[in-house]
C-alpha cells in the first residue's frame, strides 16, 4: 500500500469532520447563519470598524463593511455593541494535564495523582480555556500522563466536552537522567517525559510518539540535571539533529524547551521550529534563531507566577534574578528580530487565566498591544502552520472571539471575553 500522507492539516481537516458531523447529528435542521454586529473587526491584522462577518455552518462566508453583507433568510444575527471580534485566540503554550504548583508541585502531581483524576481535571481545564476565548492551543506535554492528551483532543474534537481545537505533544522527550521527579537513587520513578538516547532509542520514541498521535514533538534541550543545580544541555548534536529528521520525515514539527545558550544553539542548529522559554539567551543565539526562522516563545507568564509563589510579592522589592534574566532575553530577542510566538506555560498557572501572557509582554516587556494581539492570532497561526485560522477571512475557520472594547488599544480587554464560537458553534454569548 502506498505511504499515507498524514500532514498536520490533513488531520486537523479530519478532526473539523467529526466536529461538523457531531454537531449536526445533535442540531435538526442545522444551526442558522450567524451574522455578528460587533462595533469593529480585528481580521489577524488590522482592525476594521463597522465591519460584520456572516458565518455558515462551520467556516466564515463573509466579512467587511456592513452595508456590502447581506445575511441570507432565517440568518441569527447577534448585535455585539461596542465589541471587537477577533479571531479565536491560539494559546501557543499550555499543559491542559497540569494544575497551579501553588495548590500542587509539579512532583506531587506527576507522582500521587491518578491518571482518571488528572485527566477528569483537564476536561475542566479545556472548557476553561476556550471560554477564555482560546479556540486553539498547542498542549506541550502531558508531564507523566502518557498520552491522555490524545485522547482529551479525541473527546473535543467528538463534541462530548467543550475545550479548543488541540495540537497535542503526547509524552515529549528527555535525556536519561536529566528530567524528574527525582527521589532516591533505590527508587525508580516514573518521569514527566519519556526518556530516550542515542540513534535507534531516539528514532524509536519519536516514531512511538507520533504513532498514538502527536501533532508535534517535543524535546527538552536542557534541563538541570540535579537539585538545585542550573540548567545544561542535554541531548548531543547528534541526537536532536536525528528527533527533527525523524519527525519531520512523518510531517511534524519539533518545538524544544531550551533556555541556555548551548541548549538553544544546538536545537536551532538540528532544526526546531520554535524555542520555549529562552531564559538564558544572548544577543548571539537569538541573531541565529533569527537566521534559521526559529520563533521564541518566552512564557513570561510562566516565571512571573513561580517567583510569586516563592514568595516575591510583586511591585516591592527588588525583582527576582529569574525575572531580570528574563527582561533581557526578551530585549535581545526583539533587538535581535526573532519572532515572537505567545504561549504563557498555562497550567503553572491557572487554565483560562491566559491572557496573562499577553497583558505581561505588554505591560512589563514593551510590546504594543497590536503586536500581541497580531502574534496570539494570524501569528501563531503562521507558526504552526495553521493556515485555516487565525484570521478572519472567507474561507476560514469560524473561530471567532467577540471582547468587550478595543484589545489592540488596551491588552486587558482580552479578559473581557463576551462571545465565543469554535467552528460555527457558539460556547459563550
Ligand atoms: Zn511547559
Known amino acids: 500500500m502506498p505511504a499515507v500522507n498524514t500532514s ?41 470598524p463597522g465591519w460584520v462577518v456572516l458565518v455558515e455552518g462551520a467556516t466564515i462566508k463573509a466579512a467587511g463593511p456592513a452595508a456590502q453583507i447581506s445575511a441570507p433568510a432565517g440568518a441569527r444575527t447577534v448585535e455585539l455593541p461596542g465589541q471587537t471580534l477577533l479571531p479565536g485566540l491560539i ?12 495548590e500542587t508541585t509539579w512532583n506531587d502531581q506527576v507522582l500521587l495523582e491518578s491518571q482518571a483524576l488528572r485527566v477528569a481535571r483537564a476536561t475542566a481545564h479545556a472548557r476553561a480555556t476556550l471560554l477564555a476565548g482560546y479556540t486553539t492551543t498547542r ?23 467543550p475545550g479548543p481545537r488541540l495540537l497535542v505533544a503526547t509524552r515529549a522527550l528527555v535525556a ?3 528530567y524528574g521527579p527525582k527521589l532516591s537513587v533505590d527508587v525508580e520513578v516514573p518521569q514527566g517525559a519519556q526518556e530516550a538516547d542515542g540513534t535507534d532509542g531516539i528514532v524509536r520514541a519519536v516514531r512511538e510518539q507520533i504513532g498514538k498521535g502527536a501533532d508535534i514533538i517535543k524535546v527538552y534541550a536542557d534541563y538541570r540535571w540535579g537539585k538545585g543545580e542550573p540548567s545544561r544541555p542535554t ?11 525523524t519527525a519531520r520525515g512523518a510531517g511534524r514539527p519539533v518545538v524544544a524547551h531550551a533556555s541556555t545558550p548551548e541548549g538553544m544553539r544546538r536545537a536551532t542548529l538540528a532544526g526546531v521550529e520554535t524555542i520555549e522559554h529562552g531564559d538564558g539567551g544572548t544577543l548571539e543565539v537569538f541573531k541565529l534563531m533569527k537566521q534559521r526562522g526559529v520563533a521564541l516563545c518566552p512564557t513570561v507568564a510562566a516565571g512571573d507566577a513561580i517567583s510569586q509563589y516563592q514568595g516575591w510579592k510583586k511591585g516591592q522589592g527588588t525583582e527576582p534574578e529569574r525575572i531580570q534574566q528574563k527582561r533581557l532575553s526578551v530585549q535581545a530577542a526583539r533587538k535581535a528580530g526573532v519572532t515572537l510566538a505567545v504561549g504563557g506555560d498555562v497550567g503553572v498557572f491557572r ?30 497561526a503562521r507558526i504552526f502552520h495553521l493556515l485555516d485560522r487565525g484570521r478572519i477571512q472567507p474561507g476560514l475557520l469560524a473561530d471567532l472571539v467577540a471582547v468587550a472594547g478595543d484589545p489592540t488599544q488596551q491588552i486587558t480587554a482580552l479578559r473581557e471575553v463576551k ?11
Open 8 to 48: 498536520l492539516r490533513q488531520l486537523l481537516a479530519g478532526s473539523l469532520l467529526l466536529l461538523t458531523f457531531a454537531a449536526t447529528a445533535q442540531t435538526t435542521p442545522p444551526a442558522p447563519a450567524l451574522l455578528l454586529r460587533p462595533a469593529a473587526v480585528f481580521d489577524g491584522e488590522t482592525m476594521h
Open 91 to 102: 494559546e501557543g503554550h499550555s499543559h491542559l494535564l497540569l494544575h497551579p504548583y501553588n
Open 139 to 161: 498542549d506541550l506535554g502531558t508531564e507523566g500522563a502518557d498520552y491522555a492528551d490524545v485522547g482529551l483532543k479525541q473527546a473535543i474534537d467528538q463534541g462530548f466536552i
Open 176 to 178: 536519561t537522567g536529566s
Open 235 to 245: 541531548f548531543s548534536q547528534e541526537e536532536l539533529t536525528l528527533i527533527v529528521q
Open 351 to 380: 487554565h483560562g487565566d491566559n491572557s496573562r501572557e499577553a497583558e505581561l509582554l505588554v505591560q512589563e516587556y514593551g510590546f504594543s498591544p497590536l503586536e500581541v494581539v497580531q502574534a496570539q492570532t494570524s501569528g501563531n
Open 419 to 429: 462571545l465565543v464560537v469554535k467552528g460555527g458553534v457558539v460556547y459563550k454569548e
